[in-house]
Structure formats: structure tokens, C-alpha cells
């Protein structure tokens, strides 16, 4: 869906470098997935979506970013079917307030920039694993590498439902793609 998919290639051979990236895209893109689904409701809400995000910032550790896996896939499938078709896409991009149509435009926008850097990380992940599994000092970070490589590959499913409502919501707002995975940054979600 999107060119440039890049990431530094750090990652590639570092595992700490590949645990970072993979950190850092993930959480966004659950941001983005948590702004999707609830984006359009009522501003009662707003206050459960920002302790949510705030939770979703605070994840410093695979482990615990691999526990909110249940809550990220639940957000992207009722964004998927929130979204899923075209026209009443935008009918509800259009009903929203402007701050609405903001969230939507920058949560389609992160996340079609997270699915542009985890196809590039999720390709590394196997390599990653093998070169680790012939350094006997880099055994012990297995473990956290296969939590990340089964993370990327959720990412990667997900992201195959959200290919169209992505498209969809980001036309209707006139945003451009990332084109540039590894030099484009998230956008700021400000509720």
C-alpha cells in the first residue's frame, strides 16, 4: 500500500535496535487503532480514549506491549468495520465535528505509517533470529524477539482489513500517505 517502506537498518542485525523500532511502531499504530474505533463518538468518551493512549504511552517493554494484543485487535476490527465501506466512510468523516475529522485524518495516517515500517521490520525478524541463534550471548534475547516477530505479525493481518477504510478516510481528508517509512514520523494525537 505504501512505497518506502523503510527502517534503519539497524534493526536488521541489532536487537535492540529491532525491540525499539518494534516498540515504538507498535504502540502507535495502537493509538491509531484505539482513535479509529472511537474517534466518532460522542466527547463523553473522551476521557476513557485518553487513559487509554496514556497506557498504550507508558509501555516500555514487549512483554507488556505483547499483553494489550486482545484490546489492539478488538480496536482494529471495529475500526475495519466502522469503516469498511466507502461511502459510508464518508458520510461519517463528514458528519464529524472538525476535531473528529483531525483524530481521524492523524490515527489513518499513523497507523498506514506503522504497517509501512512493520512490513520492513517483520521481514527482518527471521533473519534477526537466526543470526541471534548463533551467538551464544544473545540467547537470552530469543524469546523477546519471537514476542516481537508474533506482534508484527498480528500488526500484519490487521493491517490487511484496514487497507481500504486507511485509503478511504485519508482521501476524503485530502492526507497523503507516508511515502518515506523511515524519515516521516507519527503524527501527535492531541484529544
Known sequence: MIPGA????AAATNPDAFLAETIETTKYMMIAAAVLAKAAESDGNRDALRAEIAAIQGISDIGELNAQKASFAA?????????QDAEATQAKYDAATTEQQQLLLTAAYNFALGMARNSQ?????????QSMMGNPMLLSRVGSIRTAGS????????AHSMGG?????MSRGGVQPPTDAS?????PVLL
Open 6 to 9: 523503510q527502517t534503519s537498518g
Open 183 to 187: 524519515a516521516e514520523k507519527p503524527k
Open 121 to 129: 521490520l517483520a521481514s527482518q525478524s527471521s533473519t534477526l533470529l
Open 151 to 158: 506482534l508484527l505479525a498480528m500488526q500484519a493481518k490487521a
Open 75 to 83: 480496536n482494529t476490527e471495529a475500526a475495519a468495520l466502522n469503516y
Open 165 to 169: 477504510p486507511l485509503r478511504t478516510l
